[in-house]
C-alpha cells in the first residue's frame, strides 16, 4: 500500500488489488491500517523521527492497534499483525516481470511497471528535493549513480 499527501491537502491511499488479491483478507486489513496510520499522521502534521515514516510515533501507533482488546466486529480472530515490514515477497516477485541490468557493473532492477530506474525512484525527489543526493544507503538509484555511473537496459 502507499498513503500520499496531495496539494491541497487531500490524502490518498492505494492498494495493490493484484497483489493482496493473492493474500488473505486479513493481510488487506493489515495493509490498510498501517497506511491508515499514515494518512493520520499526514493529517495531524505529525513527523515521525524516521524518514520512511516509521518511527518511534507510528510503531507505537501500530502497537497500540494490535494490542487493543476493545469490542472490533471486524478484527480478524488471529488479531491486527501491523507491521513495518511485509510478508509478501513471492507475490511481489510474480509481478516483477520487467528486468532492467546495468550495463556496466551488471547491477538488476526488478519491476512491476516497465520503465527504467530513475531519479523519481529515491524517496528524496519523491517529496521534492529535486536533484539532491539522498546519501541514503537504501537508495538504489543515488548509489548506483554515486559509484557505477553506468546505463540501464530492459533484458
Request: proline share 5%; hydrophobic share 30%; charged share 30%.
Amino acid at each position: 500500500g502507499v498513503c500520499s499527501h496531495q496539494p491541497g491537502g487531500a490524502i490518498i491511499i492505494r492498494l495493490s488489488s493484484p497483489l493482496l488479491s493473492l493474500r488473505p483478507f486479513e493481510d488487506t486489513q493489515d495493509v490498510l491500517l498501517h497506511e491508515m496510520i499514515h494518512a493520520e499522521h499526514f493529517a495531524k502534521g505529525i513527523v515521525d523521527d524516521d524518514p520512511g515514516g516509521h518511527g518511534k510515533l507510528f510503531k507505537r501507533k501500530m502497537d497500540s492497534i494490535n494490542t487493543w482488546t476493545g469490542v472490533d466486529i471486524y478484527r480478524p480472530r488471529r488479531g491486527y499483525t501491523i507491521s513495518i515490514t511485509h510478508s509478501m515477497i513471492a507475490e511481489v516477485r510474480y509481478f516483477q516481470r520487467h528486468h532492467w541490468v546495468c550495463l556496466r557493473c551488471g547491477d538488476m532492477i526488478r519491476r512491476s511497471m516497465n520503465r527504467p530506474p530513475q531519479k523519481a525512484d529515491c524517496r528524496a525527489y519523491r517529496k521534492g528535493r529535486d536533484d539532491v543526493d539522498c546519501r541514503d544507503l537504501s537508495c538504489r538509484w543515488h548509489v548506483h549513480k554515486r559509484y557505477c555511473r553506468g546505463v540501464y537496459v530492459k533484458v
